[in-house]
């Protein structure tokens, strides 16, 4: 959506890109007051400079896409590369520049999770038309995702401060829905023997794979001036080579 820098319906929409180059230094961030859509509505645009080496990585990416597409790059996209854009409404008293980032990577990670209840609980497919069933298969399908994510902080916990690793939501989804084992575990009163096989199948199976760049959880724990790429590109990328 456009951004203009100011409410006069005749301003043309600003050039952010052209902005960022002459206002943002190198591994720096620039923040802009700005208006955005045909409303004007007042936002906060914030322009992340990576460093080079992640430029460098978004512009092989997109030119990989590109020629699987049978095109090209535009001249004009190649310079949006080198920022991360983030625009919120929120006043400046709550979000600092320097939280933004972060702030967007839990998000990021929301909206994965979301994505992910619906893949394997499918929590979107309700059948019937009663309000009374709509309402306990909905209840019913909190309450499991509750539970299991119970267990997943757990198992990710043991991964992080025992194993040295990323836990792979994903591939634990599988595992606790192969042979029915959640459902049977409930049934039968045996979470505990449940947490038993799964901390020692975490090790070998459910364990993301070793990769020089970091994960998200390390990266939510630092306090970076600049992200190496969005929150929810750089999440799906993990999980998609999990």
Known sequence: MAVYASTDAAT???ACVDHGQQTVPPQAVGELAVYR???RLPCRLWAYRLPEEVVEQRRRTAYETARQQGRTPTPAYLPWLQYGWYGTHVAAVVWAAEVVATVERIRGQIVLLVKQWQSFLHRHVLKGTRSERITCLLDGRLLTITMLMRLCSSAAWYATTVLRRAISFPKLMRWLKRTGRFAQAVQEDALETLCGDLR?????LLGKQKRKRQTSHQLLDQTPDVPESSAQEQ???EDQAA
């Not at 020692?200 to 070998?204: D, E, K, L, S, V």
Request: aromatic share 0%.
């Open 12 to 14: 043309e929409a600003l």
């Open 235 to 237: 999440t799906v990328q």
């Open 200 to 204: 020692r199948a975490m090790a070998p």
């Open 37 to 39: 859509g045909p409303c």
